[in-house]
């Protein structure tokens, strides 16, 4: 069987919803594809509220958003098609590509596509760290808060971004001990408000410490962490134990790309968006005419860049296909402006460095 | 040991599911329908999922999100069954696969 479509769009969470409901809102014959059971992407599972800006979701838990972006998508039902538990598995010449749902594949012909495929989680390398009850953070936010069980009794949490400083708090709500938090780094990485919440709790960040095992046979009994250097190299005799039955790591995230690979997306290095990126210029477009990018697949950032993004390439798809619109030009111009903001000030300013680097190589800045 | 099911929440409410009866290597265990294989399998307390082919290693429930392949089992005969994604379902029969498994030709 083969499906047509005007605008194709891969990954339902807050990048692909915002570019679909773009998309078909403008009044593009739009069709949308997730592997998972249920749309929303990653926001299904982070019960704190975002920072956002005062015009978009500030101060709102992100359930709330993809409850809100759920209901968006519904809006536009009549042009807009929704398939949950089917994955995009490679593009073809000629503006085609391979859907899998279930047992069933299909073939899908667009004239555009936007790809949302966001971010596979990071792994570090210790002694041991394949033992079961070694978890990325996503994977134990998705057992907490959606399947509502706890990964353990005690954690110890490496990585003190926001999101291993957010999902320690998360455990604790669950009921979970922290155990401490461990950064290689000097310095806290996320933000102090989130480092005080958990602080406060009586929770000990190691700066300037690593793990360098974990102990157990077929599961996690505790680790072995030690100080670091400047040059992050382990500290001889400053070795010590800490008891845990799991343990979490929140050590980044890589952007999802194979798919820009099969397309022939070119791609570019860029360590301050989390790895290899496909080029794109400001309107999400990348050197494969047919094929925009949004999300955490253009560049680690979070859930509200993400939806702005996600607007900007569904607007510049809609045009794609139907030529040039007003309405289009005005969702972009304030989506950019939004985001703009959103980057300013010295919290931004890596996201910032990466992204003009990319405009850059794109041939646009 | 304190279960690891979460019975109360400052933000989140669980509603409440009908329980099934399912089987870990022949022996029997309750889950809640329609959660993932994988999650039940964790809250009864079973962490091993399976064995790494070459060098034997225990693997258990890793990405959640059926990415990572760590959590691949043998569900009622078939093998490779992503059971971090795969609904339980009543009377399943859920077990460790050897290697990567084997599919009759």
């Known amino acids: 069987m083969s499906r047509n479509t005007e605008v194709f769009v ?30 929303g992407g990653q926001l299904i599972k982070q019960t704190h509220r975002f920072f956002g800006s005062s015009n978009r979701d500030a101060g709102i838990r992100g359930i709330t958003i993809a409850d809100k972006l759920q209901q968006d998508i519904k809006d536009v039902a009549a042009r807009l098609t929704v398939l949950e538990n089917t994955a995009a598995v490679g593009f073809y010449h000629n503006k085609e590509a391979g859907i899998l749902s279930q047992n069933a594949y299909e073939r899908v012909t667009y004239q555009a596509a936007i790809v949302c495929t966001g971010a596979t989680e990071n792994s570090l390398t210790f002694e041991n760290n394949d033992l079961p009850g070694i ?13 509502g069980i706890r990964p353990g009794q005690k954690i110890l949490m490496v990585g003190s971004g926001n999101i291993g400083l957010i999902v320690s708090y998360q455990l604790i709500q669950a009921g979970v001990e922290v155990v401490g938090l461990v950064e290689g780094m000097p310095t806290i990485g996320g933000y102090l408000v989130h480092a005080s919440k958990i602080r406060r709790l009586g929770v000990p960040i190691h700066t300037s410490h690593t793990i360098l095992k974990a102990l157990g046979t077929d599961g996690v009994e ?9 040059k992050f190299q382990p500290v001889p005799n400053t070795e010590f134990e800490i008891k845990c039955d799991c343990i979490c790591l929140a050590v980044g995230l890589t952007p999802l790309i194979d798919l820009f690979q099969q397309a022939q997306c070119r791609m570019v290095h860029v360590g301050e968006l989390g790895g290899l990126v496909p080029l794109h210029d400001s309107s999400m ?3 494969n005419p047919d094929i925009f990018v949004a999300g955490d697949a253009s560049g680690i950032e979070e859930a509200t860049t993400a939806i702005l993004a996600g ?40 996201i910032r460095w990466g992204r003009e680097r990319v405009l850059k190589e794109a041939g646009e800045c | 040991m304190t279960s690891l099911r979460i019975e109360k929440h400052p933000v989140l409410s669980f509603p409440e599911r009908r329980t099934v009866k399912f089987y870990f290597e022949g022996k029997e265990y309750q889950g809640f329908e329609g959660e993932p294989i994988a999650a ?38 078939q093998i490779n ?3 971090c994604i795969t609904p339980l379902k009543e009377g399943m029969q859920v077990k460790m696969q050897k290697g990567h498994g084997y599919i009759k030709p």
């Open chain 1, 311 to 350: 607007r900007i390439a569904g607007a510049r798809a809609y045009e794609a296909v139907h030529g040039k619109s007003a309405e289009a030009d005005a969702i972009v111009a304030e989506a950019r402006e939004e985001l703009r903001t959103l980057r300013s000030g010295s919290t931004g300013e890596r």
């Open chain 2, 81 to 83: 069954t992503m059971t």
């Open chain 1, 285 to 287: 477009r990348t050197t």
């Open chain 2, 40 to 77: 039940a399998l964790h809250a009864a307390g079973i962490k091993t999922l399976r064995h790494s082919p070459q060098k034997n290693r225990a693997r258990g429930f890793f990405c959640a999100i059926g990415r990572c392949s760590s959590c691949i089992m043998k569900v009622d005969g």
């Open chain 1, 135 to 147: 978890y990325g953070a996503g994977g134990v936010q998705t057992l907490m808060n959606v399947h």
């Open chain 1, 222 to 230: 505790g680790a072995v962490l030690c100080r670091v250097d400047e």
């Open chain 1, 10 to 39: 891969i990954g339902g969470g807050p990048a692909g919803l915002s570019a679909a409901h773009v998309a078909a809102k403008l009044g593009a014959k739009t069709l949308l594809v997730d592997d998972s059971a249920r749309v």
